[in-house]
Nanobody, 124 residues
Framework: QVQLVESGGGLVQAGGSLRLSCAAS????????MGWFRQAPGKEREFVAT????????YYADSVKGRFTISRDNAKNTVYLQMNSLKPEDTAVYYC?????????????????WGQGTQVTVSS
């Protein structure tokens, strides 16, 4: 079992930056790929970014490419999402998730464990 807890969400003006953190429990953090997803009001949950178990590969949704950066620190059991040049359309609840595989996964169906989510609101 893996428990995930997100933090770092909040209110920020358009063009600003925010850094989300996701802390994982247990001693097998490096066995999981990690992903970030988001869900805006009235929309389905969508893929944002993912990183493989050792941090060797990353992949981003087109909507955030060049603005967001995913990283992980396995010694701290933590994954991060650095969000720059934020836009109002980035407003959503952001979720951290863990997947027990070694490839790149963009579908939420692949992910086994999920955090509770953290709200990000970008004002214009």
């Amino acid at each position: 079992q893996v428990q995930l807890v997100e933090s770092g969400g909040g209110l920020v003006q358009a063009g600003g930056s925010l850094r989300l953190s996701c802390a994982a429990s247990g001693r097998a953090f490096s066995s999981y790929g990690m992903g970030w997803f988001r869900q805006a009001p009235g929309k389905e949950r969508e893929f944002v970014a993912t990183i493989t178990r050792t941090g060797g590969s990353t992949y981003y949704a087109d909507s955030v490419k060049g603005r967001f950066t995913i990283s992980r620190d396995n010694a701290k059991n933590t994954v991060y999402l650095q969000m720059n040049s934020l836009k109002p359309e980035d407003t959503a609840v952001y979720y951290c998730a863990a997947v027990p595989g070694g490839a790149i996964y963009v579908s939420p169906i692949a992910y086994k464990y999920w955090g509770q989510g953290t709200q990000v609101t970008v004002s214009s």
